[in-house]
Structures are given as structure tokens and as C-alpha cells.
């Protein structure tokens, strides 16, 4: 059993990273719409629609293929997707360049919960599923508020950076970064 809850801490700390990457964006909507010159809509548009969409149409069919297929490939694959796709939104120059970044990372995130409700009844007895699932569902609330914290503390002190092939990158890309590139340690971890 200490084997399955350390299965559990994997699984939340992954839960909470997802939470951070995709919240991330409400800190930064001040700095972004003036970057990109872009308006109160599109700013709704990368904050529910890109992401909100993609998250609920592809859970069902992932969660199709997580009851087939490697649950913990899904979570990994899943993860190094949404990280990828957060630390893309930093490269990001335009409207349409956010869009489909925060796109990927709805279609990566729509991969942990289903994997992990199908993967955790492997590492627990009936009994002890409903203690494990409110562990996970943790997650969420602990990503949610260090989204705010740590992002709120990586802005604060993030400067701007110029990169080699980059180029010039505003604090705003700076802190996607910072947040979206630890994800792939997480991804390495779950495999």
C-alpha cells in the first residue's frame, strides 16, 4: 500500500501542475492584451473557449482509451502536451498563436482525470477508492491556489529576456515558460 499512495502523489502533483498551466492565463490578461493588442473577447476566447472545448470533447474519447490502453503512457504523454503547449503560449506574438497553444493544452489536460480514475482502482481495494479519489481530487485545489501564489510570485520578479533564436521575450512569456518547462520533469516522473 505505501507503493499505491506514492502512486497517488505522482498523480496529484500532476493534477496540480495541471491546474497551475491552465490558470496561469488570468494572471497575465492585463499584460498579454496589451502585448498582443488584443480585446476583452479574444482574451474570453483563450480563457474558456480554446481550453474548454477541446478539455471536454476529448475526455470522453480518452477516457475510451485509457480503459484500453497504457494509463500511465496516457498521463505521461499527457503531461509533457500540456507543458509543451504552456510554455508555447509564452512564445506566443499573436492572438491566433495563443489560441492554439491554449488549444493543446486543453487536449492535454483532458488526459489526466480520466487516466487516473481508470488507473488508481489497480493500486487500492474497493474499500479504499473513495479515500484515494478525494486524495487526487486534492489536486485541484492545490493547484488552484499556487497558480495564484507561485504565479503571482513568478511575475512579480520574471524580466524580460532576450533569447538567441528567440528573441525578445515580455515578462508575461517569461512566466509561461517558468511555469509550463517544470511539467516535463513531472511527465519523466509518471513514467
Known amino acids: 500500500e505505501p507503493y499505491a499512495w506514492y502512486v497517488m502523489v505522482v498523480l496529484v502533483i500532476a493534477y496540480a501542475f495541471s491546474y497551475i498551466d491552465r490558470t ?7 499584460p498579454i492584451r496589451t502585448s ?15 481550453f474548454a472545448i477541446f478539455y471536454t470533447l476529448l475526455g470522453m474519447p ?19 502536451l500540456w507543458s509543451f503547449a504552456t510554455a508555447a503560449c509564452g512564445l506566443a506574438n499573436s492572438f491566433v498563436q495563443m489560441f492554439l497553444a ?5 487536449v492535454g489536460e483532458a488526459a489526466l482525470s480520466p487516466s487516473a480514475y481508470s488507473l488508481v482502482p489497480d493500486y ?13 481530487n486534492a489536486g485541484l485545489f492545490i493547484g488552484s ?7 503571482g510570485a513568478i511575475i512579480e520578479v520574471t524580466p524580460a529576456l532576450d533569447l538567441p533564436v528567440v528573441g525578445h521575450l515580455e515578462p508575461w512569456q517569461v512566466t ?4 509550463g518547462l517544470p511539467g516535463l520533469l513531472i511527465g519523466l516522473w509518471v513514467m
Open 36 to 50: 498582443l493588442q488584443i480585446s476583452d473577447t479574444e482574451i474570453s476566447l483563450l480563457h474558456g473557449l480554446a
Open 24 to 30: 496561469i492565463l488570468t494572471l497575465l490578461v492585463e
Open 102 to 106: 491554449r488549444i493543446a493544452v486543453g
Open 62 to 80: 480518452i477516457g475510451w482509451l485509457a480503459d484500453r490502453g497504457n494509463r500511465v503512457r496516457i498521463i505521461s504523454v499527457a503531461v509533457y
Open 145 to 151: 491556489g499556487l497558480a495564484l501564489v507561485i504565479g
Open 176 to 179: 509561461f515558460m517558468y511555469v
Open 124 to 136: 487500492f481495494r474497493p474499500e479504499k477508492l473513495a479515500r484515494a479519489f478525494s486524495f487526487y
